[in-house]
């Protein structure tokens, strides 16, 4: 690897530092080969969800379809003068990640360009190209060209991503409506939410989670302690949620403080040492 694809995944390490302490953490527990292209595919997911959640005083339309285009320029070009996107086209040619993911998420980005309110199939959707197929990219990471691994994994990569976004969207339903004017929960009103509405999207969660897990245990060797610890984390928010009313849920954002992330984290390091994640 040469100096400027070194320097380019450097810039998507921090990228991804600042932007998530979550799974920069869980980054850190993969083995080193897998870290830099992880790094890759967080910066560009992250930079793209930028253009259509912050830059509003641009044309975001044009700017999402300018990084649509060099995305895939840089892909088959297997260079970019973006350090962002000669990070991502480095994983996506080596890890063979297909076109249709990138595409997939792509998609969604301009739906939250062009969409406030979903249906039941855009909801579905959505969360297969914001969430699923980030899943899936990763995925490709962690196999390292084993498909039949992949195959067997991948509807549990599915099930996790589709559980952190919709958490994701429970967590942010305040931020998310009266910000940006989006409800992405299809039938349920945000002045009218109620703890019926909130117990069906929890079971849609738990169901994502059950199924996740199970693909977690059989991740390969150097990945499934990063995996697990992002897992944590996110059942961890899901479980105090849980226990936030529905009203309680549309004034504040919740969160979980540092001391409990490093506790999660310690505990999961715990397991690994035990092997207690295969049980």
Known sequence: MNLYDITCLECSKIITEKYSTSFSSGIKAFHQRFRYPIYAIYGFVRYA?????????????????????????????????????????????????????????????????EKKAYDHADYKDYIYGSAEVIGLMCLRVFCEGNGQIYHSLMPMARSLGSAFQKLNFLRDMKTDYEDRGRTYFPGVDFKNFTEQDKQRIEDEIKTDFDEAIKGIKQLPRGTKLGVYIAYSYYLQLFKKIRNTSAAVLMQKRIRLSDTRKSAIYGRAWLKQKLNAINN
């Open 49 to 113: 969800d930028e253009i259509v959640d912050t830059f509003h005083s641009h044309d975001q339309s044009k700017l999402i379809n300018d990084f649509k285009q060099e995305t895939f320029k840089a892909i088959d070009q297997k260079i970019s003068l973006n350090p962002v996107l000669h990070s991502f086209q480095y994983a996506v040619n080596k890890y063979q990640i297909e076109p249709a993911l990138i595409e997939g998420f792509l998609r969604s980005m301009e739906m939250d360009l």
